[in-house]
Structure formats: C-alpha cells, structure tokens
C-alpha cells in the first residue's frame, strides 16, 4: 500500500464519521472495513487500495444507515465567547453544506479532511478529473454565497 496503514485508517475513520455522525459506530464500521479488506487478500496487490478502501467503507455505510436508529445527541458546548461562536460557525457551515448534493459533500470530505488528491477522488467515485475539480469549484462557491449571506465571510 501506497500510505502507511495508520494514516489509511484515519481518513477511513474521518470518512465514516462524515456519514453517520457517531464517533462509536464510525469506529466500528471502519474497523469492519479494514477487516474486509484484508479478508479480501488478492484485491490487496493489485488496483486502488484506497479506493477499494472507500468503497467498502461507503457500502457498510448504506447498510448501516438503512438499519440506523435515532441516537441522542452527545457533547458539551464550551461556555466562553470565542466557543460560541465556533459553534455557531460550525453550525452555519453545516447548514450551509446541507444545500449541496450528499456526493458533492462526500468530494469535499475526501479533498479537505482526508487530504486525497483530485486524482484519487476520481478514482474512488468514478468521474474524471475535470469533473471532480469542477465540482468542488462550484460547491465552494455555493458555499461562500451561503456563509456572506450569514455575516462569516
């Protein structure tokens, strides 16, 4: 493999953690994924592992998500001014992400929280470069619409 394993993980984690917003369960399903793929020992040498990687992270997703049951919401908000506000900010960027198509989101995901390349998201969804590049142009400038009609750009 072309990234050593821990760093592999961790995008893989980020990426499950992206779709089904809970720390335990994108736990689970990532160290299902890695289970899986080392199960399936002869794709390992040959193709994307990364890709591959995703793609059965993205297909226990779906599953899980079909069966997923409605959890309370965790987490203490800090009490101090600049705490507030970054969770305000927070908040508005995730209203502001929820305007865009669930795969332009997952594209924004892959380039910005999992540092892959335009190339790699390529291969993990199957466009062409130019398409992935052109969709996260047009979703950020949604996004900077969305955020200036908030006050945070």
Not at 5 to 13: A, C, M, P, R, S
Not at 50 to 79: H, M, S, W
Not at 127 to 140: T, Y
Request: with cysteine; glycine share 4%.
């Amino acid at each position: 493999m072309s990234l050593p394993l821990q760093e592999q993980y961790d995008k893989v984690y980020k990426y499950c953690w992206f779709k089904m917003k809970n720390a335990h369960l994108a736990e689970d399903l990532t160290q299902e994924t890695f289970l899986r793929f080392f199960a399936g020992n002869k794709y390992i040498s040959r193709g994307k592992p990364l890709a591959y990687l995703y793609t059965i992270a993205k297909n226990l997703c779906i599953d899980q998500f079909r069966k997923k049951v409605a959890e309370p919401l965790t987490g203490e908000l800090e009490d101090t001014d600049a705490g507030l506000e970054a969770v305000e900010l927070s908040a508005v960027l995730q209203d502001a992400l929820k305007i865009l198509p669930e795969d332009v989101q997952e594209i924004l995901l892959l380039q910005y929280a999992n540092d892959l390349s335009i190339g790699e998201i390529a291969t993990f969804t199957g466009l062409s470069r130019f398409a992935v590049r052109r969709k996260i142009n047009g979703a950020l400038s949604k996004l900077k619409s969305a955020m200036r009609e908030e006050d945070f750009a």
